[in-house]
C-alpha cells in the first residue's frame, strides 16, 4: 500500500474531507518535491499541489499524481480548493503548524471543522522501503569519508569552526546537498556540552574532540558522533571513554524489533549508572532519522515505543562532566528482527592523532 493510500484509509477512518499538509520534509515524502515551500491537500480522491512560481519548471518535473497549482499567493489557491470541494471536516498537522495559522484558518472557512492529526505522516516514515535505507547507506558512507577527512586534517591550533568548515566542504564535494543539522565540534572543557555548536575556541594539545555532524543526500540524513584525542588524554578521560564505548556496545547488541525504545535506553543507561556517572548521561540514547535528523521514535525514559523493522535510529550514550570535558559515540542503525545493521562504519576505538 503506498503513502498516500495509508493516509486516504486515515481520512476514511477520521471521517475527513481531506488533510492539509504544510510542512516540508512531509511534502518531499509524499511528493517528490525538493523545494522550499509548497502545500499538499489530499482528499479521498484527489492529490493537490501547490507552490510559486519559483518552482514552477521543478515542480512539474518531480511532482506526479497531482493537480499542480503555482499561485505567488498560495492561500488564494488553498481557498480556491476549500471552496470548490466545499469541505466540512479537514485534518491538519498539529505539530508543524503555529497557533496563529490555525487560528486564521479557523476565521477565513467558519463552515470547515479543522481536526488535530499529530505524527501521521510521521509514524509512516519509521519504517524504511529498501529504496531508502539504501539511500541513507550512501548518506552514512560520505559522513563516514567525511570523518576520515577530518582526521587528516585536525591538528593543534585550529578552531573548532575551522573544523566545521571542512565537515561542511566535505559533506558537499562528496556529493551530499548540505549538513542535516549545525556540525557540533566541541573540544576540551566544551565536550560538556552536549550540543556544543562549534566556536572559535581554539583545539589545544590533549584535548578529546567531540564531533557529531550528518549530511543530507537524496533527502534523508545521516548522523555520527565520535570523540577522538588530539594528543594524549588524561586517564579520567580515557576511562569516561571506555565507558561511553562498552555502553555503546551493549545497547548495539540487544537492539532489536519488538524491545521498546525505554527497554533499549535502560540498556546503556544502566551500564553507565552502575560505573558511577548515571548523573551525567542527561539526555536519550536516541533518535529516529531519515527524512529529518530527529523523527520518530525517540529513544529514551521518556518514551515507550516499541521498535518495528526497518526502522532507522540512532545509538549515541554519552557522559558529560562540567568544566573537564565529555565523550559521545553514536552510530545510525537499521532495526532488524533479530539485531540490527549499523550503517555508519567509521572505527570507534579511541582515536589519539
Known sequence: MSRIEKLRELLEAQNLDAFYINHIPNVRYLSGFSGSSAYIILTRDKNYFITDFRYKDQSHAQVKGYEIAINYNN?????????????KRVGFESGR???????????????????????????????????????????CEITDKTFSHILDIIRPGMTELDVSAEITYS????????????????????????????????????????????????????????TIAIGEPNDKMKKIYQVVYDAQHK?????????????????????????????????????GVGIEV??????????????????????EPGIY????G??????????????CEILNKSKKELIIL
Open 321 to 324: 562532566i562540567e568544566n573537564l
Open 171 to 226: 559533506h558537499k564535494k562528496l556529493g551530499a546537498l548540505k549538513d542535516s543539522f549545525e556540525p557540533i565540534v566541541a573540544s576540551g572543557w566544551r565536550g560538556a556540552l552536549p550540543h556544543g555548536i562549534a566556536s572559535d575556541k581554539t583545539i589545544l594539545h590533549g584535548e578529546l574532540v567531540t564531533l557529531d555532524f550528518g549530511c543530507m543526500y537524496e533527502g534523508f540524513c545521516s548522523d555520527l558522533t565520535r
Open 97 to 139: 503548524i503555529t497557533f496563529h495559522s490555525v487560528e486564521s484558518m479557523k476565521k477565513d472557512y467558519p463552515s470547515i471543522e479543522f481536526v488535530p492529526l499529530h505524527d501521521e505522516i510521521e509514524k509512516l516514515t519509521m519504517q524504511k522501503t529498501p529504496e531508502e535505507l539504501q539511500i541513507m547507506r550512501k548518506a
Open 294 to 315: 530527529h523523527e520518530m521514535p525517540g529513544v529514551s525514559q521518556r518514551t515507550n515505543i516499541t521498535l518495528i523493522p526497518d526502522s532507522v535510529i540512532t545509538i
Open 251 to 287: 545497547a548495539l547488541e540487544q537492539a532489536k524489533a519488538g524491545m521498546t525504545t525505554k527497554e533499549l535506553d535502560s540498556v546503556a543507561r544502566d551500564y553507565i549508572t552502575s560505573c558511577g556517572y548515571g548523573e551525567h548521561f542527561g539526555h536519550g540514547l536516541g533518535h
Open 75 to 87: 492561500n488564494e489557491e488553498v481557498k480556491k480548493i476549500f471552496d470548490n470541494n466545499g469541505f
Open 326 to 339: 565529555g565523550v559521545r559515540i553514536e552510530d545510525d542503525i537499521v532495526v532488524r528482527e533479530n539485531g
